[in-house]
């Protein structure tokens, strides 16, 4: 009798081992903390600025990081420099034409080369990135890292888990037909990226 116990509990166990579903993070963040990191870095001006108009959803399992897949969509005219006239070319027409294109959208199909040491897992996140309407493929660097129970540390009187991703890389204007091979003397073909967000599973 003992032992049929033990069996059903094993069972139990198993089947529930083998129902366990992905968490869904949203990240769009009510503190407004949540922000992408941008740099020009051309021969004779260096141009940084940020984007805070951060949201998506991501599917994460901690049992199986490298099932990852989700969206992270930044609202193009949050991207903000500190010089006025410099903020209005950038979303003007020429540029970005945040009118017609309100977002920057980077896909996750897929996690390679996927390394996971207690609750952080390092991997290649490949997919799609979208700007100006236009979309190429693309492989970047990111760690993602699982904390448990800590959704009420930022979002007071909410339980849940927090998924935090951080990646830097660097994408190129002229891929994206942002006027490709001009001003590169003051405006940087390469654009580096830094990505730092939190998304929440709240239960």
Not at 13 to 18: D, K, P, Q, S
Not at 83 to 89: F, G, I, T
Not at 151 to 170: E, W, Y
């Given at each position: 009798?003992?032992?049929?116990?033990?069996?059903?509990?094993?069972?139990?166990?198993?089947?529930?081992?083998?129902?366990?579903?992905?968490?869904?993070f949203?990240?769009?963040?009510?503190?407004?903390?949540n922000?992408?990191?941008?740099?020009?870095?051309?021969?004779?001006?260096?141009?940084?600025?940020?984007?805070?108009?951060?949201?998506?959803?991501?599917?994460?399992?901690?049992?199986?990081?490298?099932a990852?897949?989700?969206?992270?969509?930044v609202n193009?005219?949050?991207?903000?420099?500190?010089?006025?006239?410099?903020?209005?070319?950038?979303?003007s027409?020429?540029?970005?034409?945040?009118?017609?294109?309100?977002?920057?959208?980077?896909?996750?199909?897929?996690?390679?080369?996927?390394?996971?040491?207690?609750?952080?897992?390092?991997?290649?996140?490949?997919?799609?990135?979208?700007v100006?309407?236009i979309?190429?493929?693309?492989?970047?660097?990111?760690?993602?890292?699982?904390?448990k129970?800590?959704?009420?540390?930022?979002?007071?009187?909410?339980?849940?888990?927090?998924?935090?991703?951080?990646?830097?890389?660097?994408?190129?204007?002229?891929d994206?037909?942002?006027?490709?091979?001009q001003?590169?003397?003051?405006?940087?073909?390469?654009?580096?990226?830094?990505?730092?967000?939190?998304?929440?599973?709240?239960?």
């Amino acid at each position: 009798m003992k032992q049929s116990i033990l069996n059903l509990l094993l069972l139990t166990l198993v089947a529930a081992g083998a129902q366990a579903t992905p968490q869904s993070f949203d990240f769009k963040d009510p503190k407004g903390v949540n922000n992408a990191v941008f740099k020009l870095d051309a021969p004779l001006e260096a141009i940084n600025g940020s984007a805070n108009g951060i949201s998506g959803t991501v599917s994460f399992d901690p049992e199986n990081p490298g099932a990852t897949k989700g969206k992270i969509l930044v609202n193009s005219s949050s991207l903000h420099v500190g010089n006025p006239m410099m903020k209005e070319h950038l979303q003007s027409d020429k540029w970005l034409d945040v009118t017609k294109h309100s977002e920057i959208r980077f896909d996750v199909t897929e996690l390679k080369n996927v390394k996971t040491e207690g609750n952080s897992t390092t991997a290649d996140a490949t997919g799609t990135f979208t700007v100006k309407g236009i979309t190429k493929n693309l492989r970047v660097p990111v760690k993602l890292t699982y904390l448990k129970d800590k959704l009420s540390q930022r979002v007071p009187n909410t339980k849940g888990d927090l998924l935090v991703i951080r990646s830097n890389f660097s994408i190129k204007r002229s891929d994206f037909g942002i006027m490709p091979g001009q001003m590169e003397d003051k405006v940087s073909d390469a654009i580096d990226l830094t990505l730092s967000i939190a998304g929440a599973s709240a239960r």
